[in-house]
């Protein structure tokens, strides 16, 4: 049993090489279908949520005004009154979080749907078209203009881009070189098919029919009444941007796109800063899961994507002790096919990066491979350790 185990671990390379496949299938057939000359939208609604970061907050506006868009694009910055640099951001509109305000989120969701509450008001009350996109972004990532040009051509409701970690050191962009390959073999598929597994609030692009009508709160409710009482499950802490995509999706008449397109941003810059990224994911998933917060088909692939990546290190890294210490053993035509899996897996990782960072960086990815994979399971598994933080926990972002 222990034999087969570690195989199915070691061959999960053909899974993850074939969902790579199909993805770039989904994804181009979904440009055929959607892309424009361009869209008729009126203008771009640029908005980032943040905690006092006025400085990155700036650089990315400054950057992404410098794109000579053809149409208007207005960069919102949503603060909480309590921001001491409210006066510094360099917005057409900042948007300030009243503390009274409540709603079904905490923290980062609370101010999106504020903002989005905002933007309800304007529209019903004539002071701004209905005929907009909205870029959502972070103080920590900035959208690349080859990104935003795609939002303007391909007609998709939600329109996610691909993550690409700035370089920014040894460990810390070997790290996010993960998210890269996330985006490839997983989120380039099952996006462009129309039912998500994860999504990111980083590039996030939707129409403003999605906007006014989409709020930050779990389209379930738990069943259990002493769950449902309790704050930590009740209301979105974190991973509210997986929330969204999914109220998106479930709703039917929406289409998503994952666009091959990068969306830059800051790894972590120290490794408890990692932890307590990794962790504020973790838990957000498996908050939703554990207490049934979307329908059981959603939390079944959460569930899954979740887990997978563990297991299979653990399995193969077990297997590949084992098998040295020739503990266990297989016949020559089933090592030459692990053999295969193993060049698979560096062809897979190093695509995934290169196509976005470029050849210098796809290659790292390839020899890098285990130290991502790597680091990347020990991050995650000291955030499990650790357990629910219980509230958006922010990381240094420069």
């Known amino acids: 049993m222990l034999n087969e185990l570690i195989l199915v671990a070691w061959l999960t390379p053909f899974l993850y090489g074939a969902a790579t496949v199909l993805g770039e299938i989904a994804r181009r057939r979904n440009v055929r279908k959607y892309t424009e000359n361009r869209r008729d939208v009126e203008r771009i609604i640029f908005q980032i949520p943040t905690v006092g970061n006025f400085q990155t907050t700036n650089q990315t506006f400054e950057t992404v005004r410098g794109y000579n868009l053809p149409i208007p694009i207005e960069c919102w910055v949503i603060v909480e009154d309590w921001d001491k640099h409210i006066g510094k951001y360099n917005a057409d509109r900042v948007v300030v979080v009243p503390s009274q305000f409540s709603c079904d989120a905490l923290y980062k969701a609370r101010a999106l749907e504020y903002a989005r509450r905002y933007r309800q008001s304007l529209v019903g009350e004539g002071k701004i078209s209905a005929n907009y996109l909205l870029l959502q972004g972070d103080d920590d990532s900035t959208p690349s203009r080859e990104f935003v040009e795609e939002c303007l051509q391909v007609d998709a409701d939600v329109i996610i881009g691909t993550i690409t970690p700035r370089t920014k050191g040894f460990w810390n962009t070997v790290l996010d070189y993960e998210r890269c390959i996330a985006c490839t073999t997983a989120c380039n598929l099952w996006t462009n098919l129309g039912i998500p597994v994860w999504a990111h609030g980083e590039g996030l692009c939707l129409t403003a029919q999605v906007d006014q009508a989409i709020d930050y709160s779990f389209p379930t409710r738990p069943r259990n009444p002493r769950t449902a009482t309790k704050i930590v499950a009740s209301?979105?802490?974190?991973?509210?941007?997986?929330?969204?995509?999914?109220?998106?999706?479930?709703?039917?008449?929406?289409?998503?796109?994952?666009?091959?397109?990068?969306?830059?941003?800051?790894?972590?810059?120290?490794?408890?800063?990692?932890?307590?990224?990794?962790?504020?994911?973790?838990?957000?998933?498996?908050?939703?899961?554990?207490?049934?917060?979307?329908?059981?088909?959603?939390?079944?692939?959460?569930?899954?994507?979740?887990?997978?990546?563990?297991?299979?290190?653990?399995?193969?890294?077990?297997?590949?002790?084992?098998?040295?210490?020739?503990?266990?053993?297989?016949?020559?035509?089933?090592?030459?096919?692990?053999?295969?899996?193993?060049?698979?897996?560096?062809?897979?990782?190093?695509?995934?990066?290169?196509?976005?960072?470029?050849?210098?960086?796809?290659?790292?990815?390839?020899?890098?491979?285990?130290?991502?994979?790597?680091?990347?399971?020990?991050?995650?598994?000291?955030?499990?350790?650790?357990?629910?933080?219980?509230?958006?926990?922010?990381?240094?972002?420069?």
């Open 235 to 398: 209301k979105i802490i974190s991973s509210e941007d997986m929330v969204y995509t999914h109220k998106a999706a479930l709703a039917g008449k929406y289409r998503l796109y994952n666009s091959s397109k990068p969306i830059f941003i800051t790894p972590p810059l120290s490794f408890a800063d990692a932890i307590t990224q990794r962790r504020r994911w973790e838990w957000g998933h498996l908050r939703i899961v554990r207490y049934g917060l979307l329908p059981l088909r959603n939390r079944l692939r959460v569930g899954f994507y979740e887990s997978v990546g563990m297991f299979v290190y653990a399995g193969a890294t077990i297997g590949l002790l084992l098998r040295i210490l020739g503990v266990i053993g297989y016949a020559s035509s089933i090592a030459l096919l692990t053999y295969t899996t193993l060049v698979l897996w560096f062809g897979v990782r190093g695509y995934a990066v290169g196509r976005v960072k470029g050849v210098k960086h796809g290659i790292a990815a390839m020899l890098a491979s285990y130290v991502t994979v790597t680091l990347n399971f020990l991050v995650h598994l000291i955030g499990l350790i650790k357990g629910d933080p219980k509230k958006f926990e922010v990381i240094v972002k420069s």
